[in-house]
């Protein structure tokens, strides 16, 4: 079975919408088909301040939805990434192999440092990518599902890994992303032009999977469109609607197309209500699923460190293998 690895920042408790249909929605297909590990990535939430007690309660969090949402720890690994310390060994090592100028060139790191301000921005945030990188290639990924905007961290990663093997040997699988173009980019519900985020979005624009299921359901209806009133995907001149096809294709298990023709002659309002309706199904017994697995914390902790564990077995036979090809001492 081919490999998949992928992971999911613990930011501020809930997951939104963007998360779901981008990536975990494809983590839960994908552990039926792949050899598959998953994690809560709570060291790269510690490139913003982080509440310590928060930070922790987040990750716990994170894992509840990751289980909720169909991950079985009986199909693919869930882990928390602060439990293997391979990740900070082999950051560490790939740092040295990355380039000044070329970790500056993401524009991630652009964009976020250009807000926060040269001096509130942490040489963390700067090597951030080069800790995605370590995450993915410790366990030679083949494929690593994620949303359109990891794909400029994935190429870093490919360099990397190709930069590796040219120097020290074969030692690294260059992974793909896999990205499903569909769902690759959820737009902002108050402002289409934009994904919807946890740091851009406004209250209204975003729906996060743990709030009430009613306001998520307002907030579907009450999305920006147009003017126009044909239910068709454009996504140059009806973003908005086209983002509302989407995100009721996907949630639904239907088609864009299918969509087109079923409310062909109706108006955005029977479109808004029937997705609103459609997401209220679909996000209450998530909800209620991820509380369970909140209130029964021994499973939760037991899921955890068995993910741990047999992530780290994969994680220190690559880190030996690397820590031998660059040239350190054994211990014994
Ligand atoms: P994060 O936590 O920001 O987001 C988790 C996943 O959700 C996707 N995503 C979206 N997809 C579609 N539309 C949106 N509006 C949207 N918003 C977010 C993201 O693309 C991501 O797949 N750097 C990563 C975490 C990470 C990682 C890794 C991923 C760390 N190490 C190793 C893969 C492999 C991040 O911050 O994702």
Redesign the pocket.
């Known amino acids: 079975r081919p490999r998949v690895?992928?992971?999911?920042?613990p930011?501020s408790g809930s997951f939104?919408l963007?998360?779901y249909?981008?990536?975990?929605r494809q983590w839960v297909a994908q552990q039926e088909t792949h050899d598959a590990f998953y994690m809560v990535?709570d060291l790269?939430a510690l490139t913003v301040v982080q509440d310590a007690e928060a930070l922790r309660a987040n990750a716990r969090i994170a894992a509840a939805q990751l289980l909720a949402a169909g991950l079985d720890p009986e199909r693919c690994t869930v882990f928390i990434q602060s439990h293997v310390p391979e990740h900070a060994q082999l950051a560490w090592v790939l740092n040295c192999l990355t380039g000044f100028g070329e970790a500056s060139r993401m524009t991630q790191f652009k964009d976020k440092s250009v807000k926060q301000g040269a001096d509130r921005t942490t040489v963390g945030l700067f090597t951030?990518p080069v800790?995605?990188a370590a995450?993915?290639l410790l366990y030679r990924s083949d494929a690593?599902?994620?949303?359109?905007?990891?794909r400029q961290?994935l190429e870093l990663t490919r360099v990397l890994a190709e930069r590796f093997n040219a120097r020290y040997g074969e030692t690294f699988t260059v992974p793909d992303a896999f990205i499903v173009p569909e769902?690759?980019?959820?737009?902002d519900l108050q402002d289409p032009s934009v994904?919807?985020?946890k740091s851009a979005s406004t209250p209204k624009g975003i729906v996060n999977l743990l709030d009430e299921p009613r306001s998520s359901a307002k907030k579907i209806r009450s999305a920006v469109t147009d003017t126009d009133t044909v239910i068709r995907y454009d996504e140059e001149k009806k973003p908005g609607i086209s983002n509302l096809l989407t995100i009721y294709a996907s949630l639904a298990d239907t088609t864009v197309a299918e969509l087109e023709q079923r409310y062909e002659g109706k108006g955005y309002g029977a479109l808004k209500t029937d997705l609103a309706d459609v997401l209220l199904d679909w996000v209450t017994p998530f909800r209620d699923r991820t509380r369970e697995y909140l209130d029964d914390p021994g499973t939760l902790n037991s899921i955890l460190a068995q993910g741990a564990e047999k992530a780290r077995a994969v994680a220190a036979e690559t880190l030996a293998l690397v820590y031998e090809r660059v040239g350190f001492l054994t211990a014994k």
């Open positions: 690895l992928s992971g999911i920042q930011t939104h963007g998360n249909l981008g990536a975990v990535v790269h951030y800790l995605m995450d993915i690593v599902p994620v949303g359109g905007d990891q961290h769902t690759a980019r959820i737009t994904k919807m985020s």
